[in-house]
């Protein structure tokens, strides 16, 4: 349990890092991109960057010291909705062989609600009781990268494997003041959950060219792990569909859904996260 007061929260700097040379990697290689035809299974470097239109769902337990808490809902306890962000996907392809990539994704989202609790709801300790007005924040950071391997290539299609490092960096924080908690709450309370985890992947990817300069990329990515703090999975599915009619300008569709189901036990977070994102994506494409 960690009782903290209301203060902002800065957002990552890998967030801002990744976004800043993702703007420069685009204006910096525009002018440079020859109107030759683009070919995703030998271009060197593959930019994307879109709109993610999000939905989240995180049910979060956070443990005090003498009882488990209840499971608490962020979408239901935020109003519900969904957020949009942008995300950047990227890939830079080396070797004589052009088998071997390393590929990076980076975006991030917040939230935050106030709502009148319609129910007793006990977390981090402390009981949030029916009437009170409670003020709930959830925010999260999401940064990969991987080594991939295309042990399978052809001239219109090749088939990766992957390894690599998935990091998350997740907040959520409940808090009421007795002011605004028609008389329910003898003080201000306050609880919040931190977890910055950098979990291993493993996973299968295939790109095929569909030709008329339209591409599919499919990826699958799983790990379970039981390790230290952590006991948990993670899946990650990803389908993306690009038309790529000149190396400067490809624009595309793409679906991806993420589910984390995690046991955490250290001290700025006791207690359980079952976390699902999905949505679609539009996005802009360069390669070179």
Not at 85 to 102: A, E, N, P, V
Not at 160 to 175: E, R
Not at 200 to 211: F, T
Request: include cysteine; aromatic fraction near 12%.
């Amino acid at each position: 349990m960690c009782h903290e007061p209301s203060t902002s929260r800065a957002r990552a700097p890998g967030s801002r890092t990744a976004w800043a040379g993702a703007a420069l990697l685009l204006l910096g290689s525009t002018a440079a991109l020859a109107d030759d035809t683009p070919n995703l299974l030998t271009d060197s470097f593959q930019v994307a960057l879109g709109t993610f239109i999000l939905t989240t769902e995180p049910t979060i337990q956070l443990k005090g010291d003498t009882s488990n808490g209840d499971k608490v809902d962020f979408d239901e306890a935020l109003g519900g909705g969904d957020s949009q962000r942008i995300r950047l996907d990227s890939f830079w392809r080396f070797g004589d062989s052009r088998r071997h990539k390393i590929k990076a994704i980076a975006f991030d989202m917040s939230n935050e609600h106030s709502k009148t609790w319609d129910r007793d709801i006990e977390w981090g300790g402390d009981i949030y009781p029916v009437g009170a007005k409670v003020d709930a924040e959830f925010s999260f950071t999401v940064i990969e990268v991987a080594y991939e391997y295309a042990f399978l290539k052809r001239d219109n299609f090749e088939l990766d494997g992957s390894i690599g490092l998935h990091y998350t960096d997740l907040s959520a924080s409940l808090k009421a003041k007795a002011e605004t908690s028609q008389g329910t709450l003898s003080g201000d309370i306050s609880n919040t959950a931190s977890v910055a985890a950098p979990l291993p992947v493993i996973g299968l990817r295939g790109i095929w060219d569909l030709s008329h300069n339209f591409w599919l990329d499919a990826t699958a990515q799983f790990f379970a792990l039981s390790i230290d703090e952590y006991d948990g999975n993670l899946q990650d599915y990803r389908v993306l569909v690009t038309w790529q009619p000149k190396k400067w300008l490809g624009v595309g569709l793409g679906y991806n859904r993420f589910t984390l189901d995690v046991d955490v036990d250290k001290s700025n977070f006791n207690g359980s996260l079952d976390w699902t994102y999905s949505g679609p994506m539009i996005f802009y494409s360069a390669t070179f």
